[in-house]
Every structure is written in C-alpha cells, then in structure tokens.
C-alpha cells in the first residue's frame, strides 16, 4: 500500500507546446508500483489553457475546484467542481480556465508506453 498527500508531490510546469499556466503533480505512476493507471493532479490557473489534442488512450477527470472549459472543437461544456468526464482514445480535447482562481481537477490514464515520462516509469 502506499499512501501520500498531493501537497508532497513535486508540482511541474507543463511544457508541451502551447499550454499555458499549467502544473501538473503525478500523484500515482509505475514509479510507485502502479501497474495499470496513473493519476495526476493539473491545476489550470487563470488564463491558462491546454490546447486541443487527442491520444490513443482514455481519459477519465475528476473536477476538483474551480469552473473552466472542456472542448472537443466542436461542442464546449462548463465544469465546475464534482463534474466528471470520461474523454474516449483519439478524441479531441482541450481546457480552458478564463476566470477562476485555479481550475483543478484529477485525470487518470493507463499506464501505456509513451504516455508515461521517464521519471515516473521507476526505471
């Protein structure tokens, strides 16, 4: 078993192109002995967004605080805190938080190759 706080996990600036005003803390990952999903911890602070993307895996989130946007490009939808979403693999996504302090929310993905960086493999 292991059993943490977030607020002990180092929180990294996102640095893929064109996020902004992003942290992400990945709470749970292979380097804990996580064999199958992994959870991380994004806050979106006022401004900040995560563009439009897509990946050949799920995603299912957990808004914690704050209200912001989710997007597909077509459709947007608000979100406040306990709204969850389940985004399907390849389908288009991206956040915005125009006006709340921090848009915080829990995302966990599978543990597959290439969606995992070196750091929290446990290599």
């Known amino acids: 078993m292991f059993v943490?706080?977030?607020?002990d996990i180092e929180e990294k600036e996102v640095t893929i192109e064109g996020v902004e005003n992003t942290t992400i803390r990945w709470l749970i990952s292979p380097k804990?002995?996580?064999?199958?999903?992994a959870m991380r911890y994004f806050v979106i602070k006022k401004g900040g967004k995560i563009p439009i993307h897509q990946h050949d895996w799920e995603h299912e989130i957990f808004v914690v605080k704050g209200e912001g946007y989710i997007t597909d490009?077509?459709?947007?939808?608000k979100v406040v805190p306990g709204s969850f979403l389940y985004?399907?693999?390849n389908e288009p996504h991206g956040y915005e938080n125009p006006d709340s302090e921090t848009l915080e929310f829990?995302?966990?993905i599978?543990?597959?190759?290439?969606n995992?960086?070196?750091e929290e493999?446990?290599?």
């Not at 804990?32 to 999903?37: L, Q, S």
């Not at 490009?73 to 939808?77: A, I, S, Y």
């Open 73 to 77: 490009g077509r459709k947007t939808v």
């Open 4 to 7: 943490g706080h977030y607020k």
């Open 121 to 123: 493999r446990g290599e």
């Open 110 to 114: 599978p543990v597959k190759e290439g």
């Open 87 to 89: 985004i399907p693999p």
């Open 116 to 118: 995992i960086p070196p």
């Open 106 to 108: 829990l995302c966990l």
């Open 32 to 37: 804990i002995g996580a064999k199958n999903f």
